[in-house]
């Protein structure tokens, strides 16, 4: 019986984990003649215990042909920029590195890290990295093991605890079905 129990737990966990990820935005704009879709947002790193904010999440968005990984973070409520042409990589299982760059210039702004209401009276960032087919296809060839993310105050990197490979694997089917 308390196997039983153990499996049913583990199952509703991994249907839970696999279906957390929506669209939020499925729609297409009249006035530019593009459709655009947007998923949930989703923890790519977090570092417990802090008595100040310390993580970051992302959202996948597509506009048209354009897709692009929108990144809020915030890093112990210090200050810092994200250059264009920085890079957010991912290390994969099969060694392969896949970097997206961002495509502005982005500085810490008092709430801009935060998702909703937790976070807002801290300084974070909000960036964006583009993201083009060949990284589609080189993410879903291997699973995520560390995430690189550069800054002005030198990069950061995280082992994937969050589950990130499962979840950007499913906001990438969800911005690519058509």
Known sequence: MSKLFIIVILLFNAVCTLNAQKLIENKFDEFEKIHI??????????????????????????????????????????????????KISFLLDNENVVSLYC?????TGYGDGAVGYGGSENYGTEANYIVTKENIQNLLSGIIKTIRIETS??????????????????????ITIE
């Open 103 to 107: 495509n502005q210039y982005v500085i």
């Open 37 to 86: 879709k947007k998923t949930s947002w989703c923890a790519l790193m977090k570092r417990p215990g802090s008595a100040r904010p310390y993580r970051a999440e992302f959202q996948l968005c597509k506009k048209d042909t354009l897709v692009y990984l929108k990144v809020k973070m915030m890093l112990n409520n210090e200050i810092y920029s994200i250059n264009k042409g920085d």
């Open 153 to 174: 105050i030198g990069y950061i990197d995280e082992m994937d605890k969050r589950k990130v490979d499962l979840h950007f694997k499913k906001c990438i089917e969800l």
